[in-house]
């Protein structure tokens, strides 16, 4: 099977569930699980902040963010195609009771001059603007890479107007190997940032949602009134610490593999028109004659299988399952659509 929906689909290693079998674990509720307690303190280390929080998924990780970062009836900037808005249920609303104001600007990324320009004024008819939300790598923008001066210039306007700045950054590893930036560089930017274990690192389950002690304290207590405290979670910590110690710079291949993918897709007379990939994500549109339905079906008939998006629209993503020969296979399935 070659499995293109998703980069969460990957399976741990064998070496990856050799050291989550031999972890030492205890019970995290009670702080106690050693390997958790490393996971976090590597992962803040690794950003330069103070302090970290194991969570299940990233959808979690966000939510607790914006729980901490917010007062019911406030107001959160994020774009409209936002992973925090359109992908999490209505979680803000329903978990946080906030509002939203969703900018709409090309590839998912949002700019400095229009957050600004989005902020409420301090009048009583209007929510108050409290926390500014951007996604590194932004996946349904077609996986694009901000520009660290552009995260610079929004992280300024949310300072100067006291607001808090969000990184979902599910994928933030993706863009790091492509620019060479740190993580340590991006981490002052933000209040906090989210980043998932369970996509292109490759383990089974988690997330880390990483900030500063203050933050993650209350953080620690939001993530237990949502249930997602965990006791033996060493077990899952330590598939964390492998896929941040071995399967980052890989990535790299990750990213080549989908723009390999996204140049033969643009020769494709079926296809009409590709994001420009920049990182693990290919998004595509199908041109009239192929329906998005024929087309995952026929690629199904040869065990590949695709994302539907929506209308016309396909997404590939590569990953740590995805290797050479299945590029080819891929290569050679879609050179037989007419
Ligand atoms: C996958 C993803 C998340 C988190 O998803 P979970 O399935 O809840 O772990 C958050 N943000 C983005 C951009 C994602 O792609």
Redesign the pocket.
């Known amino acids: 099977m070659i499995d293109l929906r ?1 980069d ?1 689909v990957t399976r741990p290693s064998k070496e990856m569930l050799d050291t989550m079998f031999s972890a030492r674990v205890g019970d995290d509720v009670f702080s106690d699980d050693p390997t958790v307690n490393a996971l976090e303190e590597k992962a803040a280390a690794m950003f330069a902040k103070e302090a970290a929080l194991f969570c299940p ?6 939510q607790i963010a914006i729980n901490v970062h917010t007062r019911p009836g406030d107001e959160v900037i994020c774009h409209k195609h ?3 808005y359109y ?2 249920g209505g979680a803000m609303m329903r978990n946080s009771g906030v509002s939203v104001c969703l900018l709409d600007s090309p590839r998912g990324q949002i700019t400095a001059a229009e957050v600004e320009a989005h902020i409420n004024p301090d009048n009583i008819h209007r929510p108050v603007t409290s926390l500014v939300e951007a ?1 590194n ?3 349904k923008g077609g996986g694009t890479i901000y520009k660290f001066e552009e995260l610079e210039l929004i992280s300024g306007v949310c300072r100067k107007h006291g607001l808090k700045f969000h990184l ?1 950054g ?2 933030l590893f993706n863009a790091l190997v492509e620019t060479g930036e740190k993580p340590s560089k991006y981490a002052h930017l933000f209040d906090s940032v ?1 980043i ?1 274990l ?2 292109g690192l490759g383990a089974p389950i988690g ?1 880390l949602l990483i900030g500063d002690k203050p933050f993650i304290r209350r953080a620690r207590r939001v993530r237990k009134a949502f249930g997602g405290a965990m006791r033996q979670a060493g077990y899952l910590a330590a598939a964390g610490i492998y896929g941040l110690d071995y399967n980052i710079s890989r990535l790299k291949k990750d990213n080549d593999r989908a723009r390999h993918l996204g140049s033969v897709l643009e020769t494709m007379p079926f296809v009409e028109s590709v994001i420009p990939v920049e990182s693990n994500i290919v998004i595509f549109k199908l041109g009239k004659k192929e329906s998005a339905e024929t087309f995952i079906a026929r690629l199904k008939e040869h065990d590949i299988h695709a994302l539907y998006l929506d209308g016309q629209t396909i997404r590939f993503v590569t990953h740590l399952d995805f290797t050479d020969s299945m590029l080819e296979k891929v290569e050679s399935v879609l050179q037989t659509i007419p």
Request: hydrophobic share 20%; charged share 20%; aromatic share 4%.
């Open positions: 998703s969460t998924s990233g959808t979690m990780t966000n936002a992973h925090v992908y999490e996604e790598t932004m996946n979902d599910a994928r989210s998932c369970s996509k997330s």
